[in-house]
């Protein structure tokens, strides 16, 4: 028993070396650059030990992809299933604004936009399946109001980061969740 609880150890401290070099390398490159030799060099583990573990660099972003994945759905799960988008919305931004550097690197680096989209689809399909407030609707026009909300809210948390987050969090949950409700006519009338 002893024995079995320092091999999960070993593996546990492996995985996280494994994970914390692909961090690192996330903000320092783009993901075509990213080898599994320089990887296994800064997780100071042989080769063979990371194909162990995975198959492939991208078997290893699927899995970070994954956990982050994970963590929003724990705090999207705490809101009642027919939560008004609002809510939701909250729990969107509050989640992207803290997560780590390299997270925002996935998020709003064009380089990494292929690796987001795939965390942000994830997501999308978690949301709707807990509650679909749109489900009278066709299945296409369901694609077409999913797809709105979904990219709406990756491209204004880009945009937020492009802008230095010069905007307060809750000045930025606020007007997402006027343009949401209410499309632009309300902003337009109601701006400052």
């Known amino acids: ?41 800064r997780a100071h583990i042989h080769r063979k030990t990371f194909y162990l573990h995975y198959t492939s660099i991208e078997a290893l972003f699927e899995d970070l992809l994954k956990e982050i994945a994970e963590e929003y ?52 399909l978690h949301n709707r399946s807990r509650y679909n407030p749109y489900a009278s609707y066709s299945p296409v026009q369901q694609n077409i109001i999913n797809t709105f909300l979904c990219v709406g809210s990756v491209n204004l948390y880009r945009q937020w980061i492009a802008d230095g987050k010069a905007l307060p969090l809750e000045d930025l949950i606020d007007l997402s969740g006027q343009l949401f409700m209410y499309g632009i006519s309300k902003v337009r009338n109601d701006g400052k």
């Open 73 to 124: 759905y724990k705090e999207i799960d705490k809101l009642p299933a027919d939560a008004p988008f609002t809510d939701v919305n909250r729990v969107f931004f509050t989640f992207m604004a803290r997560q780590e550097p390299y997270v925002e690197k996935i998020v709003c680096s064009d380089t990494y936009r292929s690796f987001s989209d795939r965390l942000f689809l994830a997501t999308r």
């Open 1 to 41: 028993m002893e024995q079995d609880k320092k091999a999960d150890l070993r593996v546990q401290k492996t995985v996280e070396a494994i994970r914390q070099a692909l961090r690192e390398m996330i903000l320092e490159m783009d993901p075509s650059k990213i080898t599994v030799k320089e990887l296994t060099e």
